[in-house]
């Protein structure tokens, strides 16, 4: 008979749910999942005759395996060198902006300096027509305006007296004349430098602008051109990988008969082995669980910690754009915005006309209300913003990049749990993914 405590404590209700998990998981099949009825188990004879076509098959199956890898890898490398080519498009842009508005500064200066030296140029003019005067004046008097012939005919010692200080004060005004001619050369002299100077500064500018023009053009050129080619070879390398599924599945079908009954059972039995260990755990772990109950009035979690704060608040912008398209040029720090042209695989997509985010749009917007400001509209120039840290040490809101010879192409917001938010490429959209360790840059860059 069972004492007073032990009947106490049978009836705690941690046992009763031991019990009854128990009961439900080992004791009546007719809870839970239930197994078919055994597949036939052919026997070893009949394995045996069928052995060369199965090996045969098989052999088969792995080389078209292989192929498909293969074509997954090549279709995984099209795709981020048309990335690359967007983002040095994208480079390219920014600086022909800056040239054509450093040309336009130098033009500016250049038509200040030419104004002055034309302001120079007329003091010059009236200079030297005050020059003329006094010599004209000078030659009628005989020698100079001052001569003796200047005072005859004086009336009175006054008059005489009057007539001196008139002369003098002419005198005096035009050598005034002179001196002023000489300085309007010399303030002509530097205006004319100046203007040399500006103007050349604007040629310089000027060829720079042509030069980045240039090579703007080039950059696009060779974007279009090369994710026209990746497009025509991602649409052969998936073409292809459909018919290797094809292949793969008749030749995994043709892996039938007698070895695929044996095989069938024996995934069975192992099927069965493993819902009876299943349920043998759960049990034990029901009653570590109410053991565990009993011992404890309360069970608080220790679970992994969130990020708060603003590097929260930039998660959240970013998940709140989930399902928004790819847009190639699109997004800013108010959100998404229309695309721009390419000439190629983005405007096969229509993104010029669409709203969404490209990669580096998407982390604009997402860290514009925590930075106050905006982030530039290029991967290279975002991978420069922030700390770097090992990628070993990532933790949310870091950004991870990608590269490709030697270029970074691609961007994305880590949200923990090896998880990441990315705007991915033309024809998909925002979406949440696991972090993928191909190309990707050995640091992530923090900002927060």
């Not at 009546?28 to 055994?38: D, R, V």
Request: hydrophobic share 45%; glycine share 10%; aromatic share 6%.
């Amino acid at each position: 008979m069972l004492s007073v405590r032990t009947r106490r404590h049978l009836a705690g209700r941690g046992f009763v749910a031991v019990m009854l998990a128990v009961l439900a998981l080992v004791g009546n099949p007719a809870i839970g999942h239930a197994l078919p009825p055994p597949p036939p188990n052919p026997s070893d004879d009949d394995l045996k005759s069928s052995q060369g076509h199965v090996d045969a098959t098989a052999t088969r199956v792995g080389q078209l395996a292989n192929q498909l890898a293969q074509a997954d890898a090549d279709l995984m490398a099209s795709q981020s060198q048309v990335e690359l080519r967007h983002e040095q498009a994208n480079k390219a842009l920014i600086e022909l902006q800056a040239a054509d508005s450093a040309a336009a500064s130098a033009n500016r200066a250049a038509d200040g300096a030419r104004a002055e030296a034309d302001a120079a140029a007329a003091q010059i003019a009236g200079a030297r027509q005050d020059l003329d005067a006094f010599a004209a004046a000078s030659f009628r008097q005989g020698n100079t305006v001052g001569s003796l012939s200047a005072f005859l005919g004086s009336s009175s010692p006054k008059d005489l007296l009057a007539r001196a200080e008139l002369l003098d004060a002419v005198g005096g005004a035009q050598l005034h004349a002179v001196e002023n001619m000489q300085r309007a050369r010399v303030d002509a002299a530097n205006k004319d430098s100046q203007t040399r100077a500006a103007l050349a500064a604007a040629q310089v500018a000027k060829q720079a602008a042509v030069d980045a023009k240039t090579a703007l053009d080039t950059a696009y050129r060779v974007a279009i051109d090369t994710e026209a080619a990746q497009s025509a070879k991602s649409t052969a390398l998936q073409a292809r990988k459909t018919d290797l599924e094809r292949q793969l599945y008749d030749a995994q079908n043709a892996v039938a008969g007698l070895h695929g009954q044996r095989q069938r059972y024996e995934q069975w039995r192992a099927e069965r082995d493993r819902e009876q260990a299943a349920a043998a755990a759960a049990a034990a772990a029901a009653a570590a669980a109410a053991a565990a109950a009993e011992r404890s009035s309360a069970v608080t979690g220790g679970g992994p910690r969130l990020a708060t704060g603003a590097v929260q608040s930039v998660i959240n912008r970013a998940m709140a754009q989930l399902g928004v398209r790819y847009s190639w040029g699109g997004g800013n720090a108010g959100g998404p915005t229309i695309g721009v042209r390419d000439g190629g695989v983005a405007d096969t997509y229509g993104d010029y006309r669409k709203v969404g985010f490209d990669c580096s749009g998407l982390m604009i917007y997402a860290f514009s209300q925590a930075l106050g400001g905006s982030l530039p509209h290029y991967t290279g120039f975002q991978y420069n913003t922030g700390r770097k840290v090992p990628l070993a040490q990532k933790r949310p809101g870091d950004m991870l990049f990608w590269s490709s010879d030697g270029e970074i192409h691609h961007v994305a917001l880590y949200i923990g749990g090896e998880q990441m938010i990315e705007a991915p490429y033309s024809g998909a959209a925002v979406r949440v993914t696991s972090v993928r360790y191909g190309d990707i840059m050995p640091y992530v860059v923090r900002v927060l």
